[in-house]
């Protein structure tokens, strides 16, 4: 009986890249819902992937109070970030600011200082996903 279902997800799971290629349709009762598709950074800076022979992919969830922020940060790895609950306001060097909200998805920059800001009165909570290397930080505050 647990047979069916492991077989079930391994082909989601195999066939996603597919999936968001192309209108395919999924197995009976399985449903995707695409977050994110992009080769460029939110400011449209091109994705480059870290060049490792020890490549490691480290994803946490984190809450911003209302009215709280990130520390001024730099990643030096590619970084996803999803919006589970609430808003982001996120202000990079030199760039305006941007505002996802839950159910929205980017990609940082890489090697950019930026912060994360909740302007709202309700507690706000990411999905983010580092692309890095094992041993290595995925996150760099500025002094």
């Not at 060049?51 to 030096?76: C, K, Y």
């Not at 941007?98 to 709202?120: M, P």
Request: hydrophobic letters at 40%; proline letters at 8%; zero cysteines.
């Amino acid at each position: 009986m647990r047979a069916l279902p492991i077989a079930a997800l391994t082909f989601l799971v195999v066939s996603a890249p597919s999936l968001l290629a192309q209108d395919s349709p999924l197995p009976k009762g399985f449903e995707a819902t695409p977050l994110l598709k992009s080769g460029e950074t939110a400011s449209g800076k091109k994705l480059q992937y870290p060049q490792t022979d020890a490549p490691e992919i480290v994803s946490v969830t984190a809450t911003i109070e209302p009215g709280g922020q990130t520390a001024l940060h730099q990643h030096p790895v590619p970084v996803f970030v999803y919006i589970l609950e609430g808003e982001l306001t996120v202000k990079a060097e030199g760039g305006e600011a941007r505002t996802y909200k839950a159910g929205e998805a980017f990609l940082e920059d890489v090697d950019h200082w930026h912060q994360g800001f909740n302007n709202t009165q309700q507690t706000g909570k990411i999905l983010v996903v580092f692309m890095g290397e094992e041993g290595k930080p995925t996150t760099i505050a500025k002094q």
